[in-house]
């Protein structure tokens, strides 16, 4: 009797730990200088690289044919080889999400120090306008 497959009890990508870069974002997670993040977000970027390459290997193997019109290629294809590639697949993908989120927080923490930057670089050319 074969055993059962594993069932995958993962329905939905979790998401990412807070993020401060500098004074801005939110605590009690990850915490970056704005000086580093970018180069955080960069080698985030290369993984996302790899694992988009990773995808299209796990479509080729969760998309496995049987070599032969026999019993014995098609029932290992159909319980053992397609089933283990689609989770293969699903997992790539849900790794996909989670650093494309992760990225994204990074993106916003980070723009988040441009944006407190700004707005003192417009308070402070606007001090004192008016007085004369």
């Known amino acids: 009797m074969p055993a ?25 997670g990850y915490k970056f200088s704005p000086d580093e993040v970018q180069g ?6 290369a993984l996302l690289d790899q ?17 032969g019109q026999e019993f014995a290629s ?9 089933p ?10 849900r790794m996909r999400e989670y650093i494309r989120n992760y990225i994204t927080a990074l993106q916003q923490a980070s723009g988040r120090i441009q944006q407190s930057e700004d707005e003192a670089l417009h308070a402070a050319t606007h001090q004192g306008q008016g007085i004369i």
Do not use: M
Not at 40 to 45: G, M, S
Not at 51 to 67: C, F, L, R, S, T
């Open 4 to 28: 059962a497959a594993p069932k995958d009890t993962l329905t939905s990508v979790p998401p990412p730990a807070p993020i401060q870069v500098g004074t801005s974002g939110s605590s009690g």
């Open 51 to 67: 694992v988009e390459d990773d995808i299209q290997h796990a479509q080729k193997i969760a998309g496995v044919a049987a070599p």
């Open 40 to 45: 955080v977000i960069n080698k985030w970027q």
């Open 74 to 82: 098609t029932d290992f294809v159909r319980q053992g080889a397609s």
């Open 84 to 93: 283990s590639g689609q989770t293969l697949l699903q997992q790539h993908e």
